[in-house]
């Protein structure tokens, strides 16, 4: 058939699924545009659509470049020279060409339109009309405006996502990066995509908006530079993407050219528009043109017009949202009108209306910080366009505005965890010479010292959070003082929970005074968790009952807190199943906010000790593997020590001791300078018993030691339970077991009155595995048997440095009875309650092989009496505090002194003190 389609000289990359849809077009419509960008491949879809359906064109296919044309050029004397006529003298071209086409299936390409676009309608419209059997596939910057035209914009090349695929195998499936290989190639042969520089080549493709043109200009750069030299050279991409075919059209040699075909197109007001529009990072709205780009020439009316004029030019591209249409300049065609801007006389008075305009959403998002997630889908959008006011403002030197910007950023920031970026413009907003001067440094005090909590990193602004409150009360800003006051309770807590609810109760006065939703969440959350800081879990849940009503129709973010930090305390007290709730619904809602650092942390926590207590080694993994992958793009979280000690755990169980060892090590000093109380609590009870387990006694009497002083610091009676189990533990080891059973009987009865039942759970192994080294093996298998129902209850699995130590000792207890004797005896452990376990624990305490005098001869009662006047109280004060008559304490305490060899209270209470001191 005839045809004079253009040779192809280099090979067509991807665009399947595009070649298909306009074939597909082809057979159904008969004028058919490709609009787009400048260098963005219509020319080259164009060319392969119609090689494609050639044959079902058998009276031929020809090509017409209009590019080359200049302005009044006749485009029918053109197409009269591509399919080889010639102008007659009597007849007008249009009747020469549709007599020659008359009815035959002839497909007409018509290359390049947009600068010639009133001669080609000219010409189409009525050959379209004349002959019925003519298709015509035009390619052009805009579209030709004719009735019965379809218009199909070409798309970029597919572009990898930034936080996907970044194997050079996973990359090269994408088109535009494939494009780049390939041309690379034609370049430097031996060119290939390597794990190390498959980044730079993706991140090439994505700066250059997937444009064909541009990213062949790219590659062809691999003679002389790296991928990574490319990708730095794009700073200045006109002056490093020239160099296309020579005998190409000189406007597609270099990107700056192509842009400038463009641009030249353009009227005066246009032209103002898109340098304008210039200005806009990441996209605008309406509004948003309407007050930076009118002025001067252009009325805010105007604005929409020009911008559907150049939506229209392929120099705006508009995105339909669910909500609004927002517009966007692809990279390359705003870093040309930026170019154009500067050297305008305006860009200053364009780039102040910008930081204006974006201030009022930053003031906005200042005010409802946290607590509306409607805003955060706002201002989520203009995330780029608020960066570049800030950055404005910082360079202008108006700090004011600034510190709002600053804070309006930070209300996104923490709202999707992008601690990272935070920390870099805080750094930048706090050091400028004008802060300290500014009369609102104490709004960005209170925001970085937010930050600086939620990460776990000591900030010299932690130390500032009571300035923050004197310095808000000072100017009369109400808000400002509530919400100093919230951060100042929260640090606080971490040192100290008494201290910290004291505080936390007057702010949460001052908050709801103020109205502020997210000071009112936090001050609720922060009660909440001193419940937590002190093991008091009916504290917890009497708190839990007073915030519930504030988190209700709250933003995502903040209930996925609040179901993380419930979840938290669900765990402890054994209720795993409420536990698994809570930490799923915090997941799911922290995914749906996309915040991985301040909810989802604590959510991912909250699971992986589920997994743990559950047993669930596999599952625990897999859910501390995906936070602790690195590198994170939010920085650090707040929950990394629990979350590095729990796959310390992770490891233990799987057998890698010494990982296992390392990973608490560093919990333990994560722990430390994050100064949050439960988390080295918890921290240091796993690693203790690690530590026992591994035979590593003298290390793990010392972090016993340490966690001991810190559970009675915190008022935390679990923490204090734990330490007193691993001393009898490592008393034990040592062959002390008298003192061994009276710590581990200790630990017990703590950790029953603060309902900590998995704690109970080992405390009941432990006291049963000190009854099986004193041969009591009766006593023993009950005990276990109760350990275990209680498990089997709460659905727990103990940790493998006390489980392993349990199955030996239940073992050796069943070798040493009888059948029949162990399985009656386990029998009725298993069938004892919680507090009956307990209760039977007690009766047995001290009566094994108890020696007639020293420590290890007091019974039960005269222990309790014995530390009660170590206390300093009176016989009459004692007998009421365990419910006995005086006499009887009386007694107790003659044959209390008698055993310990003492002759009265003050040499008793001497005793006690040094043992005590020395012991525990």
């Known amino acids: 058939m005839a045809n004079n389609l253009p040779a192809q000289l280099t090979s067509f990359i991807g ?6 849809q306009v074939e597909r077009l082809l057979a159904e419509v008969r004028l058919l545009t490709l609009t787009g960008a400048g260098g963005c491949g219509k020319t080259r879809l164009a060319a392969h659509a119609a090689a494609s359906v050639a044959e079902s064109h058998p009276s031929g296919v020809w090509w017409i470049e209009l590019a080359p044309l200049g302005a009044g050029s006749s485009v029918s004397t053109a197409v009269l020279a591509a399919i080889g006529l010639r102008e007659h003298p009597s007849r007008s071209d249009v009747d020469q060409l549709a007599d020659h086409f008359g009815q035959n299936r002839v497909l007409l390409v018509l290359d390049n339109c947009e600068h010639l676009l009133d001669a080609v309608v000219a010409l189409i419209e009525p050959l379209l009309g004349r002959s019925t059997a003519l298709t015509v596939l035009a390619t052009s910057r805009e579209s030709l405006g004719l009735a019965g035209e379809t218009t199909w914009r070409v798309p970029a090349l597919a572009l990898p996502m930034e936080s996907g695929a970044s194997t050079p195998e996973a990359l090269t499936a994408y088109d535009a990066v494939a494009l780049f290989v390939e041309r690379a190639r034609q370049a430097r042969p031996n060119f290939v995509v390597t794990n190390e520089n498959a980044p730079a080549v993706a991140e090439i493709c994505v700066r250059l908006d997937g444009i064909p043109l541009a990213i062949e200009l790219a590659a062809a750069r691999v003679r002389v530079l790296s991928p990574e030299g490319i990708r730095e050279g794009l700073n200045d991409r006109f002056r490093l993407l020239t160099g296309g075919a020579k005998r190409g059209l000189a406007r597609q040699q270099t990107l700056a050219a192509s842009v400038e075909w463009s641009y ?11 340098q304008r529009l210039a200005v806009f990072t990441g996209g605008f709205t309406l509004d948003a043109a309407e007050a930076v780009a009118a002025g001067g020439a252009i009325e805010a009316l105007q604005v929409l017009d ?28 705003r870093q040309f009108a930026l170019t154009r801007l500067a050297s305008s006389g305006e860009a200053e008075a364009i780039r102040d209306a910008h930081a204006a305009f974006h201030l009022q959403l930053a003031e906005e998002a200042a005010r409802a910080f946290q607590a509306d997630d409607d805003l955060l889908s706002r201002e989520e959008p203009e995330h780029d366009n608020l960066r570049a006011a800030l950055e ?15 804070i309006g950023l930070a209300n996104l920031w923490m709202a999707r965890g992008m601690l990272r970026e935070a920390n870099v413009w805080f750094d930048r907003v706090l050091a400028h010479s004008e802060f300290e001067a500014s009369p609102l440094r104490y709004r960005a005090w209170w925001a970085r010292a937010s930050f600086a909590f939620i990460e776990g990193i000591p900030h010299p602004t932690l130390g500032l959070t009571g300035a923050v409150v004197e310095q808000a009360m000072a100017a009369g800003d109400d808000l400002y003082v509530a919400r100093g006051m919230w951060v100042h309770g929260i640090v606080a807590l971490m040192a100290g929970p008494t201290a910290g609810e004291k505080i936390l109760q007057e702010a949460r006065r001052l908050v709801d005074d103020a109205g502020d939703l997210h000071s009112i969440q936090l001050v609720r959350m922060g009660l909440v968790v001193v419940g937590i800081h002190t093991e008091d879990h009916e504290l917890v849940a009497r708190y839990h009952e007073e915030a519930k009503a504030f988190f209700d129709g709250g933003t995502g973010q903040m209930q996925a807190l609040f179901d993380a930090v419930l979840g938290f305390s669900e765990v402890r007290v054994g209720r795993f199943d409420a536990a698994r709730r809570h930490g799923e619904a915090a997941r799911r809602l922290a995914t749906e906010v996309r915040d991985p650092n301040l909810a989802g942390s604590m959510a991912d926590l909250t699971m992986a000790l589920v997994e743990l207590g559950e047993g669930r080694i596999e599952a625990a993994a897999d859910v501390l593997e995906a936070v602790l992958r690195e590198p994170r793009a939010s920085g650090p979280t707040r929950e990394d020590p629990m979350l590095t000690g729990a796959w310390g755990w992770v490891l233990a169980e799987s057998g890698d001791t010494e990982g296992a060892k390392a990973a608490m090590a560093e919990a333990d000093r994560l722990a430390v300078q994050c100064g949050d109380g439960v988390q080295i609590g918890l921290c240091l009870s796993w690693h203790v018993g690690l530590l026992r387990f591994g035979g590593d006694r003298d290390r793990a009497r010392k972090l016993a030691e340490d966690l001991l002083t810190h559970g009675r610091q915190q008022g935390h009676s679990g923490f204090e339970a734990i330490a007193l189990r691993e001393f009898g533990q490592l008393a034990r080891l040592d062959g002390e077991l008298d003192h061994a059973d009276d710590l581990v009987h200790r630990a017990l009865a703590l950790c029953a009155d603060a309902g900590i039942l998995p704690d109970v759970q080992q405390s009941l192994v432990a006291v049963a595995g000190v009854a099986a080294a004193e041969e009591s093996w009766e006593e023993a298998v009950r005990l276990f048997g109760a350990a275990d129902s209680l498990g089997a209850e709460l659905g727990s699995v103990l940790p493998v440095w006390n489980r392993t130590v349990a199955v030996a000792d239940l073992e050796l207890a069943r070798r040493s009875l009888e059948p029949d004797a162990f399985e009656a005896a386990y029998g009725e452990g298993r069938a004892l309650t919680v507090a009956q376990a307990v209760a039977y624990a007690e009766r047995g305490r001290g009566d094994r092989k108890r020696p007639s005098s020293g420590w290890a001869g007091l019974t039960p009662m005269e222990r309790q009496v014995v530390d009660l006047v170590a206390e300093g109280l009176r016989n009459t004060d004692i007998a009421a505090r365990l419910f006995v008559a005086p006499s009887t304490i009386k007694t107790h305490l003659a044959h209390a002194f008698a055993k310990l060899g003492v002759s009265n209270r003050a040499e008793l209470a001497a005793l006690v003190t040094r043992r005590h001191g020395s012991a525990v």
């Open 15 to 20: 665009r399947e699924a595009e070649l298909t």
């Open 264 to 274: 030249d197109l353009l009227g005066d007001d246009e032209r103002t528009m898109l």
């Open 306 to 333: 020009l911008l559907t004029t150049l939506v229209d030019k392929s120099l705006v591209v508009a995105d339909d949202e669910p909500l609004r249409v927002r517009y966007r300049l692809l990279e390359t065609i």
């Open 392 to 406: 404005w403002a910082l360079d202008r030197g108006s700090i004011d505005d600034a510190i709002t910007l600053l």
